[in-house]
């Protein structure tokens, strides 16, 4: 259904993505993973918005768990900044720190580490954010539970931004509307005084039928995923790099 000469696939790095063409079939096998990829890339011309790349062939590419280790204790000597968002429709600006970017950049691989680090109270917004980059269903719940109260948000401005961190995290997994439209639009906070109930509330009712798979479309704002995905017409290339450069 796509128009002549575009692509429904597009690949995200750090700084650049491109329209994806190749073997679809294949490339499912591959959707949202960190991949390796040979293949000829053609420059953007008139009004492509993204450079082509001819996929010539496509393997996994993984980040052994020292490495991510790494990155996680590096984040303790790299304070993030919180989220802010600029305007409406919805314009996030993520402050990403390079350990931020590195851990995002190892894909799914990353998630079981990251579970482990969930309640750290050093790092834990950005675990939390982290995981709503490369984690699926297995993440929702620990991130709900990591979540503060209404009395530890009041108190805390550091738990505010647990729970801001958490919203996005949850908003980008799911693609579901419990905080805000998950496809951006007017910023309106659905749950401004105890977004940990709602989310366990939603979760409660959706999680015997919750099947990430359809949710191909996960591009929150520009949350920064990287690796293969469905759907490149829904990202948006000048902000997402501003984000990844932040």
């Known amino acids: ?36 990829v040979t293949g000829k890339v053609t420059p953007v ?4 918005p993204l450079d082509r790349l001819q996929v010539q062939s496509l393997a996994l590419s993984s980040i052994g768990e020292h490495q991510i280790r790494q990155w996680l204790e590096q984040l303790r000597s790299n304070p993030w900044s919180e989220p802010e968002n600029t305007c409406n429709p919805t314009c996030w ?9 590195h851990i995002l950049l190892a894909g799914p691989a990353a998630q079981h ?5 969930v309640n750290d ?12 980059g490369v984690g699926n269903r297995d993440a929702i719940q620990p991130i709900i539970g990591a979540m503060e109260s209404p009395n ?22 799911t693609v579901s509307g419990v905080i805000w439209h998950h496809g951006g639009g007017i910023t309106r906070d659905n749950c401004p005084n105890d977004p940990k109930s709602c989310w366990s509330a ?11 798979s359809n949710t191909y479309n996960r591009r929150y704002v ?25």
């Not at 011309?45 to 492509?48: I, R, S």
């Not at 009041?154 to 801001?164: P, T």
């Not at 690796?227 to 997402?240: A, T």
């Open 152 to 173: 530890e948000a009041r108190r805390s401005a550091y738990d505010r931004k647990v729970n801001l961190a958490a919203n996005l995290a949850l908003t980008n997994i």
């Open 45 to 48: 011309a008139g009004n492509a």
């Open 113 to 117: 580490v990251l579970l482990k680090y």
């Open 222 to 246: 520009n949350y920064p995923n990287y690796g293969i995905y469905q759907d490149p017409d829904s990202f948006s290339s000048e902000r997402f790099i501003q984000n990844a450069k932040q």
């Open 93 to 101: 600006q993520y402050h990403l720190t390079p350990p931020m970017i």
């Open 1 to 36: 259904m796509c128009p002549e000469g575009s692509s429904q696939w597009g690949l995200i790095t750090a700084t650049k993505q491109y329209s994806v063409f190749g073997d679809t079939r294949a490339f499912k096998n591959y959707e949202r993973q960190r991949v390796t």
């Open 202 to 212: 939603w979760w409660l009712q959706h999680r015997d039928t919750f099947d990430i």
């Open 121 to 132: 109270p050093q790092i834990k917004d950005q675990i939390i954010f982290l995981l709503g």
